[in-house]
Every structure is written in C-alpha cells, then in structure tokens.
DNA sequence: AATCGTCTGCTTTTT
DNA sequence: GCAGACGATT
C-alpha cells in the first residue's frame, strides 16, 4: 500500500482509491482530481494482483477515454496498463453488438447511422404515415423517440398515435437497412445482454472490476447496462458529482448517483472536497450558489490554494458593452502579465452569444477559438467517401447508397430510385435494384446503368473481403473508377475549393491507411461515426481565447474565467423556467464558475438584442446568490472610469481608441 | 435541377 | 436578424 504513496493521494482519495470488492460511490466534486482517483484505483488493483485485461473502465466521450488511459500509462507504463479496457459506453455497445446483433435479428455488420441519416429516414416515414391534417416535425419526433429509447415509453408504442406508428415503422426500417442509430447502441446491448443469458455472462466473466466515470450523466439504459455487466457481485465503481449534472434534457437521471444506494446495495461512499484548480473565493461563490439547489447530495469545495482575487460580477449596458469590456479587459490582463491567449476563457449559455464577441475579437485582432462548430464530418466529400464505403460494409444501408447514387450522376434518374424506393418499403433498397422484376418497369439502358452500379459495388465488397486487402487502396481505387473525383471537382464552384476538398479526401484515405491495428475498414467506420475529436483536431485552429458553451466547458479549466450574459431568460435559460428546470440551470452556472482557476468575472448587460431587437434584461436571479465575501460588483461605467491601474488605463484607452478607428 | 423568395421560429448536443 | 426549409418559378 505504501507504494500508493506515489500518486500522492490525499486520505479520501487514498479510500477511494484502495477500495477492495463492492460497489463505490465516489462523490467528486469539481477539480477534486477525479481522474486521478480512478487511474489510480486501476493502478492499485492491477498491483494487488488482479488482471489487467479484467478492468474496464467506461466513460462518455473518446477524449475522456484517451485522457483515463494517458494517465493510467503514466501511472503503471505501456506495458502495465495496455490490457485495461478504457471505453466509451457506445462503443463498449458496438463491441457487444458486433458480437451478438444476430440474436437479435440483426446482421453483425449492421451500420450505425449519424443524426442526419436518422433525420432523412424520419423524415421520409413521417411524410409517408401522416394523414393530410397532421403535422410532426421530424426534429422533435427524434428527440421524443430518443428520449423514449433512453428512458422507455410511458406506455408501449403503437399504431393509435402517429408518433407511435412513426416509431414503429422507424425501427422497422432500420432493421431493414440493418441499421442502429446511437440510441439503439444501448437500447440492444441491453437487451442482447437481458435476454440472452450465456452472452451476459460471456461479459460479466469478461470483467471483473467496473469503473464508470461522470455517473451523474448516465441515463436509464447506461444504469441498466452497467447493472447487467456488473452481475451478482458488484465491483462497481462509480464517480460523479450531482451538482454538475446538466445532460437531464438529453436523458441522464440525475437519481442514478443520488439514489445509488437503491441500485447497488451498501455501496462505501467516499466525498472528494478538496479541489485543487481554484481559489477559495471561487469556490466560495460556487459553494453559495449550490446549496440553494434542493436534490442534492450536498458538499462543500475548498482549496488550499488561499483567497486569491475577488470574483467581479459586472453590469454592462448592453451586449456590445459587454462584448468590448470583456475582450479589452482580457487584452489588457494579458498585456499587463505576459500570458498566453490560451488562459482566456469566455463561456456563455447558448452559442449565439459567440457572435458579438466574435465580432469584437476580430476588431481587436486578437486570436480565438470557437467550440461547437460544424464538424469534419458534415463536410459533403467526407460525408460522400464514408457513404462508399459503408456501402462495401453494408449495401443495405440506404441513406450511404442513396448518397452515392447520385454521386457522380451514373445514369439512374429521380423516377428510378423513387420507383425502386416505394418497392423496398420494409428492404433495402440494393435488394430491390438487383432483382430483375425491375426491368420490367424501366428502360434497357436504365436497366444497364444499375447492373452497371451493382456490378461495381459487389466487385469492390468481394475485393475488401479477401485477406489482407487494403482498405485504403480499394476505396481509393473504386472513388477512381466511378468518376468520384472529376464529379467533385465540376461540383465546385472554385479550383480552390476543390483542391481543399480533395486534400480533405485524400486527408481521410491516409488517415484510413495509417489506421493502426489495421482492424479493418468496419471498425474504421465505427470510430469515425462514434468519434468526434478526430474530427474536430483538423478543423480547430488550437490557439487564442477560447469561446465555449457551459455545456461544453465541463471537464475544462481556465486561468481565467469570463461567464457572460447572465440574465433572466438567458441563465436561467426561459425555457427552463417553463419546463421546471431551474435547479440544472443553476448546476450549469455551477460548472461555469468551477471552470475558473485564477480570476473569474460574471457580466450581465441590461440590454441585449434578441432576435434582432433590443430587449432589456433583468439580472439572473442566481447573481443575488453568489454574491458575498470575496465578490464585488460594478458596472460598465465605473470599470471604463476607474480602471485598476495607471497601466491598465493605458491599455483600456489604447484598446478602446483602437476599436474605435476599425 | 437550380435558384430565388418568402415564411417561420428560435438552448444546451458527450455518442 | 437570420438561418434553414419549402415552394414557386425559370
């Protein structure tokens, strides 16, 4: 045990982290070093002897997953740590599936569909189920289908309710394509694991040790699968912080962590109160604000790290204001201590309010990055080579093969693939321009075209099965053949754009050829569709202040922390306040201030344009919590008046006159 | 099939 | 105020 010594636990952390058999809850509130607790939970289990291959650890994103094995390596070393399982809770799902989708009905090289394959095929089946006189916008049929997945139904689906005969057919048409959309992932993963007992058992003899990371977002299906793997003896370990739950929109249960207990019997409950990012007037603050929430475990964060500065919350006149305030005042913080751009943080509410600061970031020259853009993946040539290939895995998956059908144009109209469309109904759609029965309805040369088509995919799927093929150079090889790049190219509008469009091709191609392990293109396909930072590293620039929603900044740290735009309606967000949701809004203004190691400001503007007009705005409520020892609040004014020093009035005029000329 | 114009409706988004 | 969707128009 003394050897534990190393990682330099603090006493709770050192229970946690040395907790034997039975399930764990470990309450870690922010910047408490969770991480830490967990890789070093894996560290000491491995050296009391346990087998690395029998740890699983589970987590939400790719990123975390990465991070957890990073440190568990620097911990215990390559060779040590490389049998651990570190997984995201979909892809844990695909392995299962991959492995056991026949027993439900499913063929084991099923497709995963991403949200807008999902949008397109609800889409066509509400179009095609609803009467004249009803009307169900396929965004919110998606969400309430997803919620039902994740949560179940209030009562069985059925044909009474459109959404219910939507619903049915959706699923019916997957199964079709042989494909799962995300919510799936989990819903037959558990059920694989529920109704097929020797497949339960194959996994819980798989692992042995449970480590599931942010609890507090788990949803129905994740409890339910962790309870599966878990089996009759429990090493579950779990770590979250119910004051940072703010996914309960998208599913999570916050009653997953606070009523632990009732899941898993006489857990060992261990609470992790010393944070080791902030100062204590952060923490102050945040502490203030939390405890006004009702459902909660109830902690309190502190730090060694002393007082620090006051955290300064800041009533501007108007979103321009606030704008100008925020980004000269951190020019001239940044001046005045030599910093990098890096240690700036501007976190807001919804990502419109991005804009103004945008524009003002701009105006200053200074460097920023933007969190939350559009993805690698909704590039169209991207979108068009993953469709080709999905399409050598899976041609049953319509969406893909539509994609590509169309792409280049090959002869095979509009008519055609509605006619053949409206014949695949409950299959797919290869099927249906395979069978003969079609020439009937269409001409000799459309008939020659699809052949044609059929032809190349079946060439290239038989080329991709054969041992030791590579993936790369057959996909490359049949865009070639099929006129793929010379369709892109006519497509563009400028040479520049086509050149940046096949670099991001030919990008993907190397990216697929260099794919480690060389698992194949399937599994390939798997991370690409599970996986959003491989997306994001190529299209973030990675320097300059960053701007970030709260729900995106939780897990991140900055220097210095601006939260912007707290007001009624806005933080708390409206519609919260209709739905009842008020207490997650205020966990979210929890993360943001958490977010904050070194100085933190809150700014609220009395204006701000919404749709266009200006509104006046009301503060948010939360600010009369937080404030106390430690926060001082101004306005707009007073800050441009009386700056805090010679040499940042210097800077400020500077700024400001600067602002003023552009 | 592509483009233009008008209408609508407006958080958050790990996979 | 503006993006995105949809329908009318060429």
Known sequence: MS???????????????????????????AGTGKTRVITARMAWLTAQGHSASRILGVTFTNKAAKEMKNRVVDMIGTEGAKDITISTFHSLCVRILRQSAHLLGYKDNFSILDDSDQSGILKKIIHRTAAKDEKLDPAVARALISKAKNSGWNAPPTEATLLGAVYLRYQDELKGLNAMDFDDLLLLAVRVLREHAETATHWQERYEFLLVDEFQDTNRLQLELVSLLAGKHPNVCVVGDDDQSIYGWRGAEVSNILEFERHFPNPVIVKLEQNYRSTNTILNAANRLIRNNVRRRGKNLWSAAGEGSPVHVLAMRDDREEAELVTSEIAAHRHAEQLPWEHFAILYRTNQQSRPIEETLRKLKIPYRLIGGKSFFDRREIKDVLAYAT????????????????TPPRG?????????????????LFEVLRTPELSDTVSSRTRQA?????????????????????PSSILRTLLEESGYFEDLQRSC????????REENVRSLLRDLSEYKDHKGLSTFLDEITLDNDRQEEQTESSTGVTLITLHAAKG???PHVYLIGAEDGLLPHQRSKSE???????????????RAMKTLTISHALQRVKYGSPMSCQRSPFLSEIVGEGVLESTGTEILNQPASEEMAADHFALLKQMLSN
Do not use: W
Request: charge should be negative; include cysteine.
């Open 3 to 29: 050897k534990f010594r190393m990682f330099d636990l603090n006493p709770e952390q050192q229970n946690a982290a040395t907790h034997g058999t039975g399930p764990l809850l470990i309450l870690a509130g």
């Open 391 to 406: 399409c050598l895995i899976n041609p049953s998956n319509d969406p893909s093969l539509l994609r590509i059908l169309r």
């Open 412 to 428: 095979i109209g509009a008519v055609t693939i509605e006619n053949a469309l409206e014949q695949s109904r409950n299959g797919s």
């Open 450 to 470: 699809i052949t044609a088509f059929c032809d190349l995919i079946e060439t290239y799927r038989i080329r991709l099965s054969t041992p030791s093929s590579d």
């Open 493 to 500: 509008k400028t040479p520049a754009e086509s050149l940046r």
């Open 556 to 558: 991140l740290e900055f």
């Open 580 to 594: 009842g949701t008020v207490d997650e809004e205020r966990r979210l203004f929890y993360v943001g201030i958490t």
